[in-house]
């Protein structure tokens, strides 16, 4: 068991969830909070249940902070500032930004005397946020030689021991104890976006390093199976969150869609399945590409997804464990919606919607090859249920915009930025991948980013 999958183990063991097989919808239930009080010091109920859940919300607390520190345990100081293109920000940038949050939306406003580390910090980490102030650019995070990694650790001590204070010192309001949660839930999203980064980091690299050292022994899986399609009945359905615990904004209000009847593929596409595209002149062929894909194709001069190299005469795989020839039987990953949207075109397929996606998945239970498994690659199909890899080994393009659920409203204030206004020109995907922790996904998640992205994790799953 190597060091990430121990101390998860160990940390999250207590706290798993697990989701059983269901095909009944739960029932809805309102996690809107209420408005923030300084009338009256008596506890409410809702802050009596908080309180007694008060040790499992510091435990969280410390295990998703320490997991930070533990996904960066593998790499070498000179690692810590490396920017390698704009999209990707250096490790010890995440481990500062997810430490603002904390000081910046609880404890600056609530814990009393609460004094920053460093006035500077909150220019230098904070990440979008117009409405706490202005930002060091996101290109030139790379350019920042100070504070130092040791000095960030420093920061990322101090802010635990005082956000200790606050779990001591003041009874956990609806409106702290929400905050928390989102806090750790962003932290969750940087953990995954530690590994995403640190991959490019180490692939831009001519030495391509490894994060760590591959599995001495490779277990042999069996024959990929065939690709099938699994049909769904359409009708008016409900998707979003509906379920009680943590959901970010984006997932809300749960709402009615009409779906015609559709089928989704047994498995994800593997590898083997993209190189036959790519040996069919698929880079070249327009006709299966949306126009802009097209014109990235050229300008970018694609040929293959991210990380495939071609050596001697056979392909290779720039993964976490260092490169690797390409095993034809993972599902593919890295590549961007425009190629799984030709890819798709070249079969005669399509790719699902979000709405498809979701009926599918909400029946299943959340498992898969995530971070707990502690591989850090998309694995291949090893089971023989209908579908297979719904969730985790990589997230799954769909063909659907990021726009708002029907009656979305963001929360007031800073934290209302979170999801909102990026709601525009990115397309949605889901199901997680191999690096999301513990308990970060569900059948409502949703992800988004440009249409040209690939340096997450993620794939193809088709659709009929």
């Known amino acids: 068991m190597s060091g990430i999958s121990a101390f998860i183990e160990m940390s999250f063991s207590e706290n798993r969830v697990y ?28 802050t009596v ?13 410390s295990a998703i902070r320490q997991l930070s520190e533990t996904l960066c345990s593998p790499l070498e100081i000179e690692d810590y500032g490396i920017q390698s293109m704009a999209d990707v920000s250096p490790p010890k940038w995440h481990l500062a930004h997810t430490t603002w949050f904390f000081e910046t939306f609880l404890l600056c406003p609530f814990l009393k005397n609460y004094d920053v580390f460093h006035p500077k910090y909150s ?10 102030g202005s930002r060091h650019p996101r290109a030139q995070r790379g350019l920042l030689s100070r504070p130092t990694v040791a000095e960030v650790y420093q920061y990322r001590a101090y802010v635990d021991e005082a956000m200790r204070s606050l779990f001591s010192s003041v009874a956990l309001s609806p409106e702290i104890s929400a905050l928390i949660t989102l806090g750790l839930h962003h932290e969750q999203q940087h953990q995954e976006l530690l590994l995403t980064d640190i991959k490019h980091i180490f692939a831009t690299n001519p030495l391509r390093p490894a994060y760590r050292s591959a599995a001495s022994k490779i277990a042999l899986a069996p024959p990929t199976p065939a690709l099938h399609f699994v049909e769904f009945s359409g009708g008016l359905q409900t998707i979003g969150h509906q379920q009680s615990g943590f959901a970010f904004d984006n997932e809300s209000p749960a709402h009615r869609v009409y779906l015609q009847d559709f089928a989704l593929a047994s498995r994800l596409v593997t590898n083997g399945e993209y190189l036959e595209f790519i040996e069919a002149s698929g880079y070249e062929k327009p006709e299966y590409w949306l126009s802009e ?32 020839p390409l095993n034809l039987a993972q599902p593919v990953c890295h590549v961007s919606l425009f190629e799984a949207d030709a890819f798709a075109n070249w079969c005669d397929r ?37 579908i297979e890899q719904i969730y985790g080994d990589v997230w799954e393009w769909t063909q659907s915009a990021y726009h708002p659920y029907p009656g979305f409203r963001p929360a007031a204030g800073a934290v209302g930025e979170y999801n909102g206004k990026f709601m525009c ?34 794939g193809i799953r088709l659709a009929m």
């Open 19 to 46: 989701h059983h097989l269901e095909f009944e919808r739960p029932v809805k239930i309102s996690t809107m909070l209420p408005e923030r009080s300084t009338e009256s010091l008596t506890m409410s109920p809702a």
């Open 123 to 132: 220019y230098l980490f904070n990440s979008y946020y117009e409405a706490v």
């Open 49 to 61: 249940a908080i309180s007694e859940a008060l040790p499992l919300l510091q435990h969280q607390y």
């Open 350 to 386: 399509r790719l699902p919607t979000e709405a498809e996606w979701e009926i599918a998945a909400v029946r299943m239970p959340v498992a898969g090859n995530l971070l707990e498994c502690d591989r850090l690659h998309p694995q291949p199909v090893t089971g023989s249920q209908p």
């Open 425 to 458: 020109n990115q397309t949605v995907l889901r199901g997680g991948s191999c690096a999301p922790p513990p308990g970060h996904i569900r059948a409502s998640y949703r992800n988004f980013f440009p249409a040209g992205t690939r340096w997450q994790f993620s």
């Open 293 to 324: 894909g097209w014109v990235t194709v050229q300008t970018q001069q694609w040929n293959a997804p991210l990380y495939w190299e071609q050596i001697d005469g056979q392909w290779w795989e720039m993964t976490l464990m260092g490169m690797q």
